[in-house]
């Protein structure tokens, strides 16, 4: 059995539906300047990089040589816009085996965007988000219509290699999306589905423990955004989600009621199939132009996901509620926001945890050159008892508080631009838990100084900077102090751009007392507009004076060169 996300009749319908599009398309389209276009335009730019590598004292992170090709080139013929890129690269230590990456092209004129070839699209944040695939898509903006359509491979078969800790086993997984919408950026509903499988032909069942089975995925989804007059802005994206897990399994499942027959020719029904859904929704309100404030609700089932978007947050319910101020004239910027979280919803985990998190955040100038930054957030988690009692030894009540300032100074002279900046910053876990709090309980604060000191008519630039920080708590403490050197130069009529940065550490902790030295050196040539050549070394030489802590060397290179037309 191949469990084909879209079905022959409605494979067939698509391409119908999709040839009587593309000659409205071309009849509504206003060819009237299409004379006076030019016949083909290119522009773009190519580049060569590679990167060395060498290592002292531990284990290599990477091959000691690679390199690489990339293009990113947009051609237009009579309007038509053809943008194309791709990469070629090697990232294997015997140069005779290069690879090729990833080719696309999404060509475009006027409303119509066409895509071809390793191309990702966006429906919504549920339904189709940003997944690659290897296929065909088209987007339609015709007016205020909103229409979109794609089919392709987002996966494609990979066994199993016992030899490798890697290996990741999939199936060749296929499908189709489909969206209908009408409004503009501002004002608009949309109408998405999405049906993705895995190929199951030839399927052997795996014996190997952990092995993935076929699954199939179908999602339907509704966003919108209405502005309700100039002040009030209503936005929800709401999806259903079914799941199969296992289309082998032959446990039937039987669907009633309506429109049940409808979905089962798109999915195929067993034991292992779920549904799931997912809701966002938000309330603004523009009280004035300089000031503003907006609610939030999300829920997500636990497990939801769709095979046409990656990594969701799921297994959550959330209340936020977030306000922004600009006052006195632009002098002073503040945002805040508060929201709580809860996790549990299906009641099947043993806690359930609440979460409450709290954020202000505030710049105040006070003169053209001199102003402060600020910033506090307060993040607690507590579990309640789910299914079952929580052992107080094991209960998680912490709060984690963050509190940042920073003032800085600026002024220019006709030969002299100033910086001076100073970073406060101190970090705090509480742990409410009486009987974990003497391991976990750890107070942070950093200390950062800058003074940046630039000579106009020379191009150059010096910048020094010295910071402390310290982490404290009942098992160890640690502290990292030291300064920096920057050294910035523009050279050959600011054609030559050179940058020189050193660092000096002291690293204390538990009695293990090292020193860290880190040097960057890059340099940028740009001899005409189209040509421009980059070179990066960096220099990292740490040294212990325990086998706690590993000491060793390690340099890593980059040069660049980039072709612009």
């Known amino acids: 059995m191949y469990a084909h996300p879209l079905t022959p009749p409605l494979r067939t319908a698509c391409w119908l539906i999709l040839i009587l599009l593309l000659p409205l398309a071309a009849e509504a389209q206003d060819f009237s300047n299409l004379k006076n276009a030019k016949p083909f335009t290119i522009g773009g730019s190519v580049g060569l990089s590679s990167v060395f590598y060498n290592a002292n004292g531990i284990e290599a992170r990477q091959s000691p040589f690679t390199y690489g090709f990339n293009a990113n080139v947009n051609m237009s013929v009579y309007g038509f816009s053809l943008p194309l890129s791709f990469v070629w690269y090697d990232q294997q230590s015997n140069l005779n085996y290069p690879s090729f990456n990833r080719f696309g092209i999404s060509p475009k004129y006027k409303w119509i965007t066409v895509h071809a070839g390793h191309r990702s699209m966006r429906f919504s944040d549920f339904t189709l988000n940003g997944q690659s695939f290897l296929g065909a898509g088209i987007e339609l903006t015709p007016g205020k219509f909103r229409l979109a359509g794609m089919y392709?491979?987002?996966?494609?078969?990979s066994d199993n290699d016992p030899y490798m800790a890697d290996s990741i086993p999939r199936y060749t997984r296929r499908g189709w999306a489909g969206k209908v919408g009408y409004g503009t950026q501002k004002s608009f509903i949309d109408v998405s589905v999405v049906s993705i499988g895995d190929n199951t032909d030839n399927y052997v069942p795996p014996t190997y423990p952990d092995a993935p089975t076929p699954a199939q995925n179908l999602v339907a989804g509704v966003t919108s955004m209405l502005s309700l007059g100039a002040k009030v802005v209503f936005s929800f994206d709401g999806s259903i989600s079914c799941f199969t897990k296992n289309v082998k399994d032959s446990h039937p499942f039987e669907l009633s009621?309506?429109?049940?027959?409808?979905?089962?020719?798109?999915?195929?029904?067993?034991?292992?199939?779920?549904?799931?859904?997912?809701?966002?929704?938000?309330?603004?309100?523009?009280?004035?132009?300089?000031?503003?404030?907006?609610?939030?609700?999300?829920?997500?089932?636990?497990?939801?996901?769709?095979?046409?978007?990656?990594?969701?947050?799921?297994?959550?319910?959330?209340?936020?509620?977030?306000?922004?101020?600009?006052?006195?004239?632009?002098?002073?910027?503040?945002?805040?926001?508060?929201?709580?979280?809860?996790?549990n919803l299906g009641n099947t985990k043993k806690f359930t945890s609440k979460r409450v998190v709290g954020n202000a955040s505030g710049a105040?100038?006070?003169?053209?050159?001199?102003?402060?930054?600020?910033?506090?957030?307060?993040?607690?988690?507590?579990?309640?008892?789910?299914?079952?009692?929580?052992?107080?030894?094991l209960k998680m009540f912490q709060v984690n508080q963050n509190f940042s300032i920073m003032p800085r100074f600026t002024k220019a002279t006709a030969t002299h631009s100033h910086f001076v900046m100073l970073n406060l910053n101190r970090m705090q876990l509480d742990d409410k838990n009486k009987a974990t709090a003497a391991q976990t309980d750890t107070k942070t604060t950093v200390l950062m100084a800058n003074y940046s000191l630039g000579f106009l008519k020379?191009?150059?630039?010096?910048?020094?900077?010295?910071?402390?920080?310290?982490?404290?708590?009942?098992?160890?403490?640690?502290?990292?102090?030291?300064?920096?050197?920057?050294?910035?130069?523009?050279?050959?009529?600011?054609?030559?751009?050179?940058?020189?940065?050193?660092?000096?550490?002291?690293?204390?902790?538990?009695?293990?007392?090292?020193?860290?030295?880190?040097?960057?050196?890059?340099?940028?040539?740009?001899?005409?507009?189209?040509?421009?050549?980059?070179?990066?070394?960096?220099?990292?030489?740490?040294?212990?004076?325990?086998?706690?802590?590993?000491?060793?060397?390690?340099?890593?290179?980059?040069?660049?060169y980039a072709f612009t037309f």
Do not use: C
């Open 458 to 560: 020379s191009g150059t630039n010096l910048t020094i900077g010295a910071n402390y920080t310290t982490m404290e708590n009942n098992m160890y403490d640690a502290t990292t102090y030291g300064g920096s050197l920057t050294i910035a130069q523009a050279l050959v009529k600011n054609k030559l751009s050179l940058n020189w940065t050193n660092s000096y550490m002291l690293n204390q902790m538990g009695g293990n007392d090292g020193t860290t030295i880190n040097s960057y050196l890059s340099a940028a040539f740009r001899p005409h507009k189209k040509h421009a050549f980059n070179l990066a070394v960096n220099y990292i030489s740490n040294n212990y004076s325990t086998d706690t802590a590993p000491s060793y060397n390690e340099t890593r290179g980059e040069l660049k």
């Open 152 to 157: 392709g491979r987002f996966n494609q078969n």
């Open 364 to 393: 105040i100038n006070f003169t053209q050159n001199f102003g402060v930054d600020a910033n506090w957030s307060n993040f607690s988690t507590n579990q309640r008892p789910g299914r079952s009692a929580i052992i107080d030894s």
């Open 257 to 343: 009621g309506f429109g049940s027959s409808f979905l089962s020719s798109l999915i195929a029904m067993n034991l292992s199939t779920t549904f799931y859904t997912a809701l966002k929704t938000s309330l603004s309100y523009k009280i004035t132009p300089q000031i503003g404030a907006a609610v939030e609700y999300r829920r997500i089932d636990p497990e939801y996901h769709s095979l046409g978007a990656y990594f969701l947050n799921n297994d959550l319910e959330l209340y936020s509620f977030n306000a922004n101020a600009t006052l006195f004239k632009n002098r002073v910027v503040l945002r805040g926001s508060l929201g709580v979280q809860h996790d």
